[in-house]
């Protein structure tokens, strides 16, 4: 589901404001506007459709659109492609920031649960990268509840000579078993204050963790003191050799959002 219309897609930000209310009030609805775009058609009416080949249901689901109000829902368009190099402009090169790659379906794949290879694959764009330092830590669940695995991070703000971190994200994927372990001790050592499961650890300009945190994008957001928020943010590195006076700072998120 989009918010807006499919010339102004709004952000998942956005959606976000439609959803897990009880009832929306004419007002949210006409300030954030839902859209859909359709890619497959499961059900039509009492019949299963799951086990077709997605040249059929694509074929149902062209039909089924033109019943449907045009302001209101629209088709996921085929990308057209002679080469992978062709393809791959496309996909690093979306006609919407939004985008995040391109999916590629086999005709005659049904639709089946779980996350099956071979039928779909999606290819998504390189992800964003970032340098942040490690601000707070929290003990996981299942396995991880013996280890602080989740993860606040934040960037550089303010003029110099008076910098300070604004938290950016939140990490609990991406670093090895090991690694983990190399975390959780450094949590544990340079702990500076709790509160409840969480520990706050050093971080200034002369000691802290730098973490590389890849992305996906960026939401404006009202709720973090940064301004920002990340989507599907992870830990891709851990720069145990770099300052965390050289992290980023928060104009190169801004950057991005422009």
């Known amino acids: ?133 490690l601000m707070y830590a929290q003990r996981g669940h299942g396995k991880r509840s013996s280890f602080y695995s989740d993860y606040t991070f934040g960037v550089w703000s303010g003029p110099e000579g008076a910098e300070e971190l604004v938290p950016v994200g939140k990490a609990y994927f991406g670093f090895t078993d090991e690694e983990l372990k190399q975390i959780d001790k450094y949590v544990r050592d340079n702990t500076i204050e709790r509160f409840g499961p969480v520990r706050s650890v050093r971080a200034d300009r002369t000691a802290g963790l730098v973490l590389e945190v890849a992305f996906e994008g960026l939401n404006r957001s009202t709720r973090h003191k940064s301004g920002v928020a990340m989507r599907f943010p992870r830990i891709s590195r851990l720069r145990w050799d770099k300052p965390t006076a050289e992290a980023d700072r928060i104009e190169t998120l801004q950057a991005l959002l422009d």
């Not at 997605?54 to 109000?69: H, M, N, P, S």
């Open 1 to 133: 589901m989009l918010v807006g219309s499919p010339s102004a897609t709004g952000t998942f930000s956005d959606l976000q404001q439609r959803l897990n209310r009880k009832s929306v009030s004419p007002k949210i609805q006409a300030q954030y506007p839902a859209f859909m775009r359709c890619y497959d058609l499961l059900q039509l009416g009492d019949e299963d459709l799951r086990p077709l080949p997605y040249r059929e249901r694509r074929a149902r689901l062209d039909d089924f659109i033109k019943t449907l109000d045009p302001t209101r829902f629209d088709l996921s368009p085929f990308v057209a492609f002679e080469s992978w190099t062709e393809l791959e402009t496309h996909r690093s090169n979306p006609p919407h920031p939004i985008i995040e790659g391109v999916m590629l379906k086999r005709w005659d794949s049904p639709y089946v649960a779980g996350r099956p290879k071979g039928p779909w694959f999606k290819w998504k764009r390189d992800p964003h990268t970032v340098d942040a330092v």
